[in-house]
C-alpha cells in the first residue's frame, strides 16, 4: 500500500487524532496563521509579491547559493530541478528508494523524457560512490547521456553523512554530472548534524526545501540554486502550472517556519527516541535501532497484532503507520509531550492486554 493511503473511515471524524503516519499532517499553529494574515501581497507572477521575494531570498542566503524559488510543492519543486538540468534522452542518476525516483510518479520521464538510473540504497539511505561512477554512461548512441546525480537527505528518517555526499558530489562533478539534492527534511538534517545549512548546500548545484513537514506550513517548497538555474526553473515552473498570484500567504508561513520552527525540530528528534526506547521494551514488538536517528521510528509487530493493533490505536486516538511489515511513525510539532506520554501508554496497554 502507498506510504501516501489514508483510513477512509476517518475522513468524517471530528475528534482530535495523534497523528503519526507523517509530518506532513502538521497544522498551523494561530502564530503561524497570524504572519500568513500579515503577509504583504502581489502578483507573485508579475514577481510583485514581497512576501514570496523575502522568503527566497532568505533561503538563497541560507544556503549561500545565488538565487531561490517558491514551489506549492516538493514534487513540483524536485521536478522542475531535473527538467533544468536535463533535455530529453538525458539521465538521472538516483537512489533507488529516494523520493524523486519512488514517489513522484516518475515525473522526469513522463514529462520530461528524461531517463533514471536507479542505483542500489542501503538500509540507511546511503548510495557508494563506485556504484555511482559505474552508471555512468559512455559516450555512445545506444546510452542516455548521463547528465545528473540526485541525491536525497534525509532518507526514512536517516542522515546521509555530510562527508559522503560531498564525496559523492566530487566525483559526480568530476565526471562532467551536476549534483541535486532533495532536501524534503534538509532542516532535520542541518539539527541533527549541528551543522550550517550552508554546508550541507555546499556541494548541491541545486536544492529543494521543503516547508511543509516538520517545519510545519500549510504547503510550498523552495528551490535554491544558480541565478541562470533559478531562472530557467521560472520556466519550467510556468509549464508545471505552478505559478501562483498572491501567494505571499504561504511564503508568510514559510519565513515564520524559517524564525521559529528550525531549532524546535530537536524536541522532534527527543520525542522519537524516547517512544522508540520505551517501545523496545516489548517483547511482542520489535524496533529498528538502526534507523533512529531524526524524527522517525519503525516498529515491526507480530503478523497477527498488525491490524488489531492499528484498529486499537485508532479507537483511542492515535494514528500509526500501516505499513507492513515495518510500520513506520513519524513526529512533529503536532504532538506534544503529553502526547508522547500517551502513544507508550497505548501501545503497552494493547500488549498488556
Same mark, same amino acid.
Given at each position: 500500500?502507498?506510504?501516501?493511503?489514508?483510513?477512509?473511515?476517518?475522513?468524517?471524524?471530528?475528534?482530535?487524532?495523534?497523528?503519526?503516519?507523517?509530518?506532513?499532517?502538521?497544522?498551523?499553529?494561530?502564530?503561524?496563521?497570524?504572519?500568513?494574515?500579515?503577509?504583504?501581497?502581489?502578483?507573485?507572477?508579475?514577481?510583485?509579491?514581497? +512576501?514570496?521575494?523575502?522568503?527566497?531570498?532568505?533561503?538563497?542566503?541560507?544556503?549561500?547559493?545565488?538565487?531561490?524559488?517558491?514551489? !506549492?510543492?516538493?514534487?513540483?519543486?524536485?521536478? $522542475?530541478?531535473?527538467?533544468?538540468?536535463?533535455?530529453?534522452?538525458?539521465? /538521472?542518476?538516483?537512489?533507488?528508494?529516494?523520493?524523486?525516483?519512488?514517489?513522484?510518479?516518475? %515525473?522526469?520521464?513522463?514529462? %520530461?523524457?528524461?531517463?533514471?538510473?536507479?542505483?542500489? +540504497?542501503?538500509?540507511?539511505?546511503?548510495?557508494?560512490?563506485?556504484?555511482?561512477?559505474?552508471?555512468?554512461?559512455?559516450?555512445?548512441?545506444?546510452?542516455?547521456?548521463?547528465?545528473?546525480?540526485?541525491?536525497?537527505?534525509? /532518507?526514512?528518517?536517516?542522515?546521509?553523512?555530510?562527508?559522503?555526499?560531498?564525496?559523492?558530489?566530487?566525483? $559526480?562533478?568530476?565526471?562532467?554530472?551536476?549534483?541535486?539534492?532533495?532536501?524534503?527534511?534538509?532542516?532535520? $538534517?542541518? /539539527?541533527?548534524?549541528?551543522?550550517?545549512?550552508?554546508?550541507?548546500?555546499?556541494?548541491?548545484?541545486? /536544492?529543494?526545501?521543503?516547508?511543509?513537514?516538520?517545519?510545519?506550513?500549510?504547503?510550498?517548497?523552495?528551490?535554491?540554486?544558480?541565478?541562470?538555474?533559478?531562472?530557467?526553473?521560472? =520556466?519550467?515552473?510556468?509549464?508545471?502550472? %505552478? %505559478?501562483?498570484?498572491?501567494?505571499?500567504?504561504?511564503?508568510?508561513?514559510?519565513?515564520?517556519?524559517?524564525?521559529?520552527?528550525?531549532?524546535?525540530?530537536?524536541?522532534?528528534?527527543?520525542?522519537?527516541?524516547?517512544?522508540?526506547?520505551?517501545?523496545?521494551?516489548? !517483547?511482542?514488538?520489535?524496533?529498528?535501532?538502526?534507523?533512529?536517528?531524526?524524527?522517525?521510528?519503525?516498529?515491526?509487530?507480530?503478523?497477527?497484532?498488525?491490524? !488489531?493493533?492499528?484498529?486499537?490505536?485508532?479507537?483511542?486516538?492515535?494514528?500509526?503507520?500501516?505499513?507492513? !511489515?515495518?510500520?513506520?511513525?513519524?513526529?512533529?510539532?503536532?504532538?506534544?509531550?503529553?502526547?508522547?506520554? =500517551?502513544?507508550?501508554?497505548?501501545?503497552?496497554?494493547?500488549?498488556?492486554?
Amino acid at each position: 500500500m502507498s506510504q501516501y493511503a489514508h483510513s477512509p473511515q476517518l475522513l468524517n471524524s471530528h475528534k482530535r487524532m495523534i497523528d503519526l503516519r507523517s509530518d506532513t499532517v502538521t497544522q498551523p499553529t494561530a502564530a503561524m496563521k497570524q504572519a500568513m494574515v500579515d503577509a504583504p501581497l502581489g502578483d507573485d507572477v508579475y514577481e510583485e509579491d514581497p +512576501t514570496v521575494k523575502a522568503l527566497e531570498q532568505r533561503l538563497a542566503s541560507m544556503l549561500n547559493k545565488e538565487a531561490a524559488l517558491f514551489f !506549492p510543492s516538493g514534487t513540483q519543486s524536485n521536478l $522542475a530541478a531535473l527538467l533544468c538540468h536535463c533535455q530529453r534522452g538525458e539521465e /538521472v542518476i538516483v537512489g533507488e528508494q529516494y523520493h524523486t525516483f519512488l514517489h513522484e510518479a516518475r %515525473g522526469a520521464s513522463v514529462l %520530461g523524457g528524461i531517463a533514471m538510473h536507479p542505483l542500489p +540504497t542501503s538500509k540507511l539511505g546511503r548510495i557508494e560512490i563506485e556504484d555511482m561512477l559505474a552508471a555512468i554512461k559512455p559516450d555512445d548512441i545506444h546510452d542516455p547521456i548521463s547528465k545528473l546525480l540526485a541525491l536525497e537527505n534525509t /532518507v526514512s528518517g536517516c542522515v546521509q553523512e555530510q562527508a559522503h555526499l560531498n564525496a559523492l558530489a566530487e566525483a $559526480a562533478h568530476a565526471r562532467g554530472l551536476t549534483v541535486h539534492l532533495d532536501g524534503a527534511r534538509f532542516f532535520n $538534517a542541518v /539539527v541533527k548534524q549541528n551543522q550550517t545549512p550552508a554546508e550541507l548546500a555546499a556541494p548541491m548545484d541545486s /536544492v529543494s526545501i521543503c516547508l511543509s513537514k516538520g517545519l510545519g506550513t500549510p504547503a510550498g517548497s523552495v528551490l535554491v540554486g544558480s541565478e541562470k538555474l533559478i531562472r530557467y526553473a521560472k =520556466r519550467q515552473r510556468k509549464i508545471l502550472g %505552478g %505559478g501562483m498570484r498572491q501567494s505571499g500567504m504561504l511564503a508568510g508561513a514559510g519565513l515564520y517556519a524559517l524564525e521559529n520552527n528550525i531549532e524546535r525540530l530537536a524536541t522532534d528528534h527527543e520525542h522519537t527516541r524516547i517512544i522508540a526506547e520505551a517501545l523496545s521494551e516489548l !517483547p511482542q514488538l520489535e524496533v529498528d535501532q538502526e534507523r533512529l536517528q531524526t524524527n522517525m521510528f519503525f516498529i515491526k509487530p507480530r503478523p497477527e497484532d498488525h491490524a !488489531p493493533l492499528q484498529a486499537f490505536m485508532t479507537e483511542n486516538g492515535v494514528r500509526i503507520g500501516w505499513q507492513q !511489515p515495518w510500520m513506520r511513525c513519524v513526529l512533529h510539532l503536532g504532538v506534544s509531550a503529553e502526547d508522547v506520554t =500517551r502513544i507508550i501508554e497505548l501501545f503497552r496497554r494493547y500488549y498488556q492486554s
